[in-house]
């Protein structure tokens, strides 16, 4: 397995990997990557890409967790499919993602994890990361294939790890 930094051409391979449909995520999380804003990276194994994740340098995504943890946020951690899951990309994109942090200099990296994401909740933790008091709701939302917007709503905790 391979993670490198996302690159124009990876943007459509992506998409046929994991859709997002008119939402476009994949180019979004891009976009912020050529912004500098974030770094977008990719785990790629022989067959093609098997996860990716985000990391904001401004900071968390949601304002009032931003308010309390002015660190890096490792987002929109995901493996796919399902049957790459425990076999360690997750845990290769934290540990490249701390590795970037801790080489910028940054003390502090932080993420989010949904209460209905036990699996993601227990990783962190075997990873180091602790459970702070900070409670809040991630909300995000994506457009169906008719361009119909959804607004989600998910209760989340904030982990934090010390690099």
């Keep these: 397995m391979d993670i490198r930094e996302c690159a124009a051409e990876d943007v459509d391979r992506l998409e046929d990997w994991r859709p997002t449909g008119p939402t476009r995520g994949h180019a979004a999380r891009f976009a912020r990557h050529t912004a500098g804003t974030g770094t977008f990276l990719v785990a790629w194994a022989a067959d093609g890409p098997v996860g ?23 987002n929109g951690l995901q493996v796919w499919p399902p ?8 845990t290769a994109q934290v540990a490249e993602a701390e590795s970037r942090a ?62």
């Design 102 to 163: 801790r080489g910028l200099g940054h003390p502090l990296i932080g993420l989010g994890v949904a209460d209905d994401n036990p699996r993601a909740a227990a990783l962190y933790l075997r990873l180091g990361y602790t459970v702070t008091d900070l409670r809040y709701v991630d909300h995000w939302h994506y457009l169906d294939d008719a361009g119909v917007r959804h607004d989600e709503a998910d209760p989340c905790g904030w982990l934090v790890k010390r690099l």
């Design 83 to 90: 049957h790459r899951q425990g076999h360690g990309v997750g």
């Design 52 to 74: 990716s994740c985000e990391v904001l340098w401004d900071g968390p995504r949601e304002p009032v967790v931003r308010a309390a943890f002015g660190c890096p946020e490792v």
